[in-house]
């Protein structure tokens, strides 16, 4: 298991805002982008502080992608997207961690990634916020 790194921002806030994480494994936690323009937008961090998958001992990474896989099935289920998308790119902040997005095809920038051009945010209510951790972690856990 690795350490986590005093200057990066993501060791310094991996169980923060504790109201949005839904899931904890031995490698992995998950929880909702405060920003839910994409309904269910989630983010599966490693709990410690590695940069590479390659990086990463064969047994741990295959953990994480078991724990990414899992996340997004649950997601897939609780918000019935028309496709799921895998990122993991690192290039702001090279901490380890997987945006899970569901896709919708009434999303304005539908057949193309995310990141091409502006998008809105959305934040929602901390009960709405609570309401959805709530329906991941039922689907977790079924
Ligand atoms: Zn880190």
């Given at each position: 298991?690795g350490?986590?790194k005093p200057?990066?921002?993501?060791c310094k806030t991996l169980r923060?805002?504790a109201h949005?994480?839904?899931f904890?494994?031995?490698t992995?936690?998950?929880k909702?982008?405060p920003?839910?323009?994409f309904?269910?937008?989630s983010f599966?961090?490693l709990?410690?502080h590695?940069?590479?998958?390659y990086?990463l001992t064969d047994k741990?990474?295959?953990?994480?992608?078991?724990?990414?896989?899992?996340?997004?099935?649950a997601?897939?289920?609780?918000?019935?997207?028309d496709?799921m998308n895998?990122?993991l790119?690192?290039?702001g902040?090279p901490?380890l961690h997987?945006?899970?997005v569901?896709?919708?095809k009434?999303?304005?920038?539908?057949?193309r990634?995310?990141w091409?051009?502006s998008?809105?945010?959305?934040?929602l209510?901390?009960?709405e916020?609570?309401?959805?951790?709530?329906?991941?972690?039922s689907?977790?856990?079924?």
């Open positions: 298991m350490e986590l200057d990066c921002w993501i923060e805002p949005l994480i839904f904890e494994s031995r992995s936690v998950g909702l982008n920003d839910q323009y309904r269910g937008y599966v961090t709990k410690w590695d940069e590479e998958l990086q741990n990474r295959r953990s994480f992608l078991e724990d990414m896989s899992r996340v997004a099935r997601l897939a289920k609780t918000f019935n997207p496709k895998y990122e790119l690192g290039n902040m901490h997987w945006h899970l569901p896709r919708y009434t999303d304005p920038m539908w057949g990634p995310i091409t051009g998008r809105r945010r959305r934040r209510t901390r009960e916020y609570e309401t959805l951790v709530k329906q991941v972690q689907q977790l856990a079924g």
